[in-house]
């Protein structure tokens, strides 16, 4: 319990560093989310100034840890302020409108590309220059592949050529309706397969080869050899005693891939136009969207945080040491 309280206390203490870093920053930059609205809008009147400044937050430098406070609220209550992109929306609108979208396409294939380069790493590992190794050995060239040629081969191929799949969008509006009908998911599903098979192909390798790498190592181990010397089943030394303890260090990289999930495979929803986390990210940088950056780093920022910590506490399942640890 107290390893558990020590990486509560770091992650809180991380987590208002970020709060207040997220804050400074923007303001740090020239000009503010009122200028860009007033040179966006050049018909407004002078006096629409102040009123946006009261409604964004912004206002005389004097008034700064006012602002802070303010903002510190706004954060607890999900009130991320007005959009500047779509304005007057607001940013916690366009964030949950986003979001399902990034999570359950980036989020499935990230898992889908870890379980099943774990896997293929293991049995690579566990016979190093063995057939299993050998054939798998090809398929390490995925991991220097770029994710816009993988995703513009797939398009040509399998939406331009074939016809088999949608080449782009989150789904056909021109059909389906968004909502939870059987129609309207199956028409997304649709749209999901090639980017999220463009996630899958680019990712797996690396997760197999970092398994690989450290399954080679474990498998010398004098407590694996001598679970062998025991004439214990391969199966059972494999996962109960080699891959158990290979697959710590793995586990730090999962969370960092978990983490991330949220900010989207920016590239490839570029790519596929899909209206996922990604796009509203490019698009808020480019037009400086202050409002939505900050919503977004935010989002990301407690995401990496929240997986770190369960990491934290599957490595206190997983591993006796960490349990050992805690209990100091």
Request: aromatic letters at 12%; a positive charge.
């Amino acid at each position: 319990m107290r390893y558990i309280a020590r990486r509560l206390f770091f992650y809180a203490v991380a987590a208002f560093v970020a709060l207040t870093v997220n804050f400074f920053i923007p303001r740090a930059i020239p000009g503010n989310a009122v200028e860009a609205i007033m040179s966006k809008y050049p018909n407004l009147q002078p006096g629409a100034e102040k009123a946006l400044e009261a409604m964004l937050g912004v206002g005389h430098p004097g008034s700064i840890w006012h602002q802070y406070w303010q903002y510190l609220g706004d954060v607890v209550h999900f009130n991320f302020g007005t959009d500047l992109i779509q304005f007057p929306a607001k940013v916690s609108t366009i964030l949950a409108a986003a979001l399902p979208w990034t999570i359950v396409l980036v989020g499935v294939s990230t898992v889908i590309a870890f379980f099943l380069g774990t896997a293929l790493g293991i049995l690579a590992g566990w016979r190093n220059g063995g057939w299993s190794d050998n054939s798998l050995a090809p398929l390490m060239f995925l991991q220097s592949l770029p994710y816009f040629f993988l995703a513009l081969v797939l398009i040509d191929v399998f939406a331009i050529k074939l016809g088999w799949l949608p080449a782009g969008q989150g789904f056909d509006g021109s059909v389906t309706t968004p909502g939870w009908s059987l129609s309207f998911i199956s028409n997304a599903a649709q749209h999901a397969i090639l980017p999220a098979l463009t996630i899958v192909v680019t990712n797996v390798a690396g997760w197999m080869l970092t398994m690989r790498n450290v399954m080679i190592t474990t498998v010398s181990e004098d407590y694996v050899l001598a679970a062998q010397a025991k004439g214990l089943a391969n199966r059972r030394v494999v996962i109960t005693y080699a891959a158990r303890n290979a697959i710590l260090p793995q586990l730090s990289g999962f969370a960092n891939a978990l983490g991330f999930v949220v900010s989207g495979a920016i590239v490839m929803e570029i790519v596929f136009a899909y209206p996922g986390i990604g796009q509203w990210l490019i698009n808020a940088v480019s037009s400086n969207d202050y409002p939505l950056m900050q919503a977004i780093f935010l989002v990301i920022t407690f995401a990496v945080l929240l997986a770190n910590l369960l990491v934290d506490l599957v490595y206190i399942a997983v591993d006796p040491r960490a349990r050992t640890r805690s209990t100091r």
